[in-house]
T-cell receptor, first 109, second 115 residues
Framework: DAKTTQPNSMESNEEEPVHLPCNHS???????IHWYRQLPSQGPEYVIH???SNVNNRMASLAIAEDRKSSTLILHRATLRDAAVYYC??????????FGAGTILRVKS | DTGVSQNPRHKITKRGQNVTFRCDPI?????LYWYRQTLGQGPEFLTY????????KSRLLSDRFSAERPKGSFSTLEIQRTEQGDSAMYLC?????????????FGPGTRLLVL
């Protein structure tokens, strides 16, 4: 399974943008980049996904490097409700999600 | 759309007992997944179903574990002769089953503690 590398934890101030990095140097041409997050005591929740181009939705933006070996999840204005573990996942053909340890995001008021 | 539901939410059992968990996916979702999550780790894939067919099983799914989805709707995960190492959160997810790259919708999980 393709692997990703994320920082163990990050901290942000409320109402400020947050950039969560992910390295995936062994990504293959058909791997999609997915982001999920897990709030305390809940199951994971889909955030965003993309293949090559940058993507935006109501929750976040995904910036993908030109060589696709890294990506960044951008939360434009962090709120206390965004405090969670964020997982960067490469999805191969098929549907199995392979989670790493993720990044713990702490948001300070 | 009431989301994915899982029952029970919590289960405490003694080592050696059998336990069964139930997952009800989102209505008309054809794919159903089971994951296991231990403290401080990300979820680990266990198995998934396309309708009633079990299409993939992880090496983590030992012969003490069995999953079924008899009518392609709800699913059960049974653990026989539980061990303390089985203590974990068991997560269920579902997806429509129309395309390859699909969003998975997770339930709240069943937390198992084996004493």
């Amino acid at each position: 399974d393709a692997k990703t590398t994320q920082p163990n934890s990050m901290e942000s101030n409320e109402e400020e943008p947050v950039h969560l990095p992910c390295n995936h140097s062994t990504i293959s041409g058909t791997d999609y980049i997915h982001w999920y997050r897990q709030l305390p005591s809940q199951g994971p929740e889909y955030v965003i996904h993309g293949l090559t181009s940058n993507v935006n939705n109501r929750m976040a933006s995904l910036a993908i490097a030109e060589d696709r070996k890294s990506s960044t999840l951008i939360l434009h204005r962090a709120t206390l409700r965004d405090a969670a573990v964020y997982y960067c996942i490469l999805m191969e053909y098929g549907n199995k999600l392979v989670f790493g340890a993720g990044t713990i995001l702490r948001v300070k008021s | 759309d009431t989301g994915v539901s899982q029952n029970p939410r919590h289960k405490i059992t003694k080592r050696g007992q059998n336990v069964t968990f139930r997952c009800d996916p989102i209505s008309e979702h054809n794919r159903l997944y089971w994951y296991r999550q231990t403290l401080g780790q990300g979820p680990e894939f266990l198995t998934y179903f396309q309708n009633e067919a079990q299409l993939e099983k992880s090496r983590l799914l030992s012969d003490r574990f069995s999953a079924e989805r008899p009518k392609g709707s709800f699913s059960t995960l049974e653990i026989q002769r539980t061990e303390q190492g089985d203590s974990a959160m068991y997560l269920c997810a579902s997806s429509p089953g129309q395309i390859v790259q699909e969003t998975q919708y997770f339930g709240p999980g069943t937390r198992l503690l084996v004493l």
